[in-house]
T-cell receptor, first 115, second 114 residues
Framework: DTGVSQDPRHKITKRGQNVTFRCDPISEHNRLYWYRQTLGQGPEFLTYFQNEAQLEKSRLLSDRFSAERPKGSFSTLEIQRTEQGDSAMYLC?????????????FGPGTRLTVL | AQSVTQPDIHITVSEGASLELRCNYSYGATPYLFWYVQSPGQGLQLLLKYFSGDTLVQGIKGFEAEFKRSQSSFNLRKPSVHWSDAAEYFCAVGYNTNAGKSTFGDGTTLTVKP
């Protein structure tokens, strides 16, 4: 199966530490999205890439968050100086990016717990 | 701004009974609509999608949904629920532009009674 993969699946960290998550999209997909999902809520959009270009960032993405997609393949999401409020599931999705049929396929997510 | 409302936080049905999960959206243009299912510890799996054309769309696992523009709704249905359908279900609306990001509802948790 060549679906979207995310690493790690779980991360426990102490407040103030930096964490980095990785997402590997479906190989032929040129769009990559990051979402955050907290308990009892649906996923909330954070940012997305078209190839290596980061085209949109949500207001939810504070200065402590940074995302990259070098070479337009895998992506990393880094959170600096983590806070307890950052505890959530971080979901990655990818799509082919065609105008009319832009269906996103999601990875299993990385669950972050900040102590 | 687009938004999605799933009025039912939690629904319980008996195995073999029919199911309807409600979804209402707010969006100024023609929406792209999706239903996803999420089981514990799993990622979101796409059940079905509507972009255009026939307003009754068929999906995987025996699910279907009907787009009703006049009611701004995209309700998910299944004629006979199986115990394995117990999960959380999310409705989402996407832009019909070259952007693709989706706005999700807060989900409906489905419990299936034996």
């Amino acid at each position: 199966d060549t679906g979207v993969s995310q690493d790690p699946r779980h991360k426990i960290t102490k407040r103030g530490q930096n964490v980095t998550f990785r997402c590997d999209p479906i190989s032929e997909h040129n769009r990559l999205y990051w979402y955050r999902q907290t308990l009892g809520q649906g996923p909330e959009f954070l940012t997305y890439f078209q190839n290596e270009a980061q085209l949109e960032k949500s207001r939810l993405l504070s200065d402590r968050f940074s995302a990259e997609r070098p070479k337009g393949s895998f992506s990393t999401l880094e959170i600096q100086r983590t806070e307890q409020g950052d505890s959530a599931m971080y979901l990655c999705a990818s799509s082919q990016g065609t105008i009319d049929t832009d269906t996103q396929y999601f990875g299993p997510g990385t669950r972050l717990t900040v102590l | 701004a687009q938004s999605v409302t799933q009025p039912d936080i939690h629904i319980t049905v008996s195995e073999g009974a029919s199911l309807e999960l409600r979804c209402n959206y707010s969006y100024g243009a023609t929406p792209y609509l999706f239903w996803y299912v999420q089981s514990p510890g799993q990622g979101l799996q796409l059940l079905l999608k509507y972009f255009s054309g026939d307003t009754l769309v068929q999906g995987i696992k025996g699910f279907e949904a009907e787009f009703k523009r006049s009611q701004s709704s995209f309700n998910l249905r299944k004629p006979s629920v199986h115990w394995s359908d117990a999960a959380e279900y999310f409705c989402a609306v996407g832009y019909n532009t070259n952007a693709g990001k989706s706005t999700f509802g807060d989900g409906t948790t489905l419990t299936v009674k034996p």
